[in-house]
């Protein structure tokens, strides 16, 4: 069974990049498409994007011109990158496996504050 | 984009009573791509139900799906402790692409 990993600071300050990595095990990153999804405390989930095994992404389109995905596969990561954050942006953010059917497995995921 | 409207947002119900949490779409949804997910506290979702009305692998059968168009239904039979928790209905959009989720509705402990 595939496990995922969020990793990257837990604190970014206004106006500054969101990074986070996705670190994998028990699969290859080429067999999946994936995911990152995100949870303001106490609210909804918002789909970011999700990149397929060939490397194609696709962004939510309210977060289309701030976002951007990517996988290295040397390394089985997928990393997310938000420019321009703002206290919107703070979240617990999740990678999940991806696929027309829904979202199978997905990490535990990772606070980000987006504060000064 | 497809809105996805989820009621009750709150059902309060005892263990052992049946729950039926409704999924309301604004336009037609393939079946094929309407899924249900369970979070309780602290933990990221679950994937319960995908395809309106398959259980994912290792979900109970006290868990069911129906439902097609733009109105779909998740069903817990008879309530454990361990089901009260939050749920999600999502869909998928192959022409945009894009997933979204409905707001959720919250089951608890009457």
């Known amino acids: 069974q595939v496990h995922l990993q969020e990793s990257g600071p837990g604190l970014v300050k206004p106006s500054e990049t969101l990074s986070l990595t996705c670190t994998v095990s028990g699969g290859s990153i080429s067999a999946y498409w994936w995911s990152w999804i995100r949870q303001p405390a106490g609210k909804g989930l918002q789909w970011i994007g999700h990149i397929d095994n060939s490397g194609s992404a696709n962004y939510n389109t309210s977060l289309k011109s701030r976002v951007t995905m990517s996988a290295d596969t040397s390394k089985n990561q997928l990393s997310l990158k938000v420019i321009s954050a703002t206290a919107a942006d703070t979240a617990i953010y999740y990678c999940a496996t991806s696929s027309y059917t829904g979202f199978d497995f997905w990490g535990q995921g990772i606070l980000v504050t987006v504060s000064s | 984009e497809i809105v996805l409207t989820q009621s009750p947002g709150t059902l309060s119900l005892s263990p052992g009573e049946r729950a039926t949490l409704s999924c309301r779409a604004s336009?037609?949804?393939?079946?094929?791509?309407l899924a249900w997910y369970q979070q309780r506290p602290g933990q990221p979702p679950r994937l319960l139900i995908y395809a309106a009305s398959n259980r994912a692998k290792g979900i109970p059968d006290r868990f069911s799906g129906s439902g097609s168009g733009t109105d779909f239904t998740l069903t817990i039979s008879r309530l454990e402790p361990e089901d009260f928790a939050v749920y999600y209905c999502q869909q998928y959009d192959n022409s945009l692409p894009m997933y979204t989720f409905g707001q959720g509705t919250k089951l608890e402990i009457k």
């Open positions: 336009q037609s949804v393939s079946s094929s791509f």
